[in-house]
């Protein structure tokens, strides 16, 4: 009886039929059968469409305000910075997706972007941050560090091998990296900190780099350093390396200033800018501006886009010591509890290290130092004694130099408690 039922009832995979005796296994479901064969079929259809979906996903280029939404995180204020990079990166790589897709048709240009603000206010952050977001290479360079071709130095390929090493040599990711070049203003034509050994002329520098910031092949020696005549060479098309370039440009504001108080005076009241509006200097700066102050209109000319960033203020620096995703308090208050003590900040002490760097002139770039001085003592004793609950900086610890205040752990019985237990 049984096999009777078994033969009108045999078991079938539901999706290509197959009964038990041809295949190895069948699972049953909920009034549905599935074979091994099947199985294996679907998990590798399911695979490739999970994949093409990730292909496709790392494809999306996340849209300006979704740039802007994450600089957010770990970049305080500067805001006019932000979205300018925000919809100049997103214009950029679109340009190169858009190139991938069609062959031909309009040739869309690239745009190179400049960043101009005091020192430590996050301009090398700003472009490293991008490149974290976008998730390509990165490198950053040192303009001051270059030659023009034929001098000692660093030949401005070599700016290309560090993008290359950034991307483990490969090179058509690298090819979609970004390039931070800082110190741009140093190799204007009148600079007088360029290095005084070398026999560089800031103009001869802008020249040679002119190539590499508008697009070309470019070869660069695998091992750095000069190029040798034998040597095997790299090579590297730049038409899509978005560079960024930075610097502080001391004095712009005076070039921009003057230009808008020439023109007060010279047309009147008709002028649409007055000298008091003069103190939003940014608004008004121009390509010529940096002219004026050396940059050769060829150079300028290859970076369209400009953002102004503003110096950093005492309540900026605050923010930046506690908000951002690894602000520096946080990163040390994770540093004190692998060592199971807690590390605390008064207000005051938070206000003082701001202080400090704003006096020191190095923006937010001064705050580690700062904060490593003040817990050099008490991050060397930690370690060693094991009751220490926790450290409390006060503002005394960074103006005088005091000793942060340490509370102990309440021991089961301390020499004292033990001695008063004895007594009793
Ligand atoms: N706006 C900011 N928000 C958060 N952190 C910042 C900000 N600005 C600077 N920092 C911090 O300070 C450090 C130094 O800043 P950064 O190197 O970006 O300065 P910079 O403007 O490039 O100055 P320089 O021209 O001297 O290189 C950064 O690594 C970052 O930790
Ligand atoms: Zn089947």
Known sequence: MPTDTQDTEEIKCSFCGKSQSQVKKIVAGNGVYICNECIELSKRIVDDELKADSLKESKE??????????????VIGQDRAKKV???AVYNHYKRINQMEVEQEGTELQKSNIALIGPTGSGKTYLAQTLAKILNVPFAIADATTLTEAGYVGDDVENILLKLIQNADYDIERAQKGIIYI????????????????RDVSGEGVQQSLLKILEGTMASVPPQGGRKHPQQQMLHIDTSNILFIVGGAFD????????????????????????????DNWQKYLTTGDLVKFGLIPEFIGRIPIISTLDGLEDKDLIRILTEPKNALVKQYQKLFSLDDVELTFTDGALQAIAELAINRHMG?????????????DVMYRTPSEDDIESVQVTKDVITKHAQPRITYKKQDKTED????????
């Open 61 to 74: 280029l996340p849209k300006p305000m979704e740039i802007k939404k994450q600089l957010d995180e770990y």
């Open 85 to 87: 990079l925000s919809v």
């Open 182 to 197: 800082d110190e741009i203003d140093k190799i204007s034509k009148k600079a007088e900190n360029m290095s005084i050994t």
């Open 251 to 278: 004095g712009i504001q005076n070039i921009v200033k003057n230009r808008l108080g020439e023109k007060t005076i010279g047309f009147g009241a008709e002028n649409d800018v007055n000298t008091k509006d003069a």
């Open 364 to 376: 937010a770039r001064g705050l580690r130092s700062i904060i490593e001085n003040a817990l050099m």
């Open 417 to 424: 408690e033990v001695a008063e237990k004895v007594k009793k």
